[in-house]
C-alpha cells in the first residue's frame, strides 16, 4: 500500500487502535502493484541490462588500452648503433 507522508493523511499510521493494528485486512486489498513474476522479470531485466553495460565499458576500455599501446610503439624512438 502506497502511503501519503502528509501531516493530514490517513494513511495506516491513523488506525492503529483498529483491531487490525494499522494494517489493512486482506480481504479489502484490490489490487497488488506488483505481481510475484512481475518482480521475477524485472529482476532479471535488471541484471541483464547491467551486464551488457559492463560488458560494454569493458570493450571501451580494452579497445582503448590497445590503441595506447599501439600508438606507444609507433612513436617510440629507434636506437641505431654504428
Do not use: K, W
Amino acid at each position: 500500500m502506497m502511503g501519503d507522508d502528509r501531516v493530514t493523511s490517513n494513511d495506516s499510521r491513523s488506525f492503529l487502535t483498529d483491531g487490525h493494528s494499522g494494517t489493512v485486512p486482506v480481504n479489502t486489498v484490490r489490487e497488488l502493484a506488483f505481481e510475484d513474476a512481475d518482480v521475477v522479470v524485472l529482476t532479471v531485466l535488471s541484471v541483464m541490462i547491467g551486464g551488457v553495460l559492463v560488458a560494454l565499458t569493458g570493450i571501451g576500455c580494452g579497445l582503448a588500452g590497445y590503441l595506447i599501446q599501439r600508438r606507444a610503439e609507433r612513436t617510440r624512438p629507434v636506437h641505431v648503433t654504428v
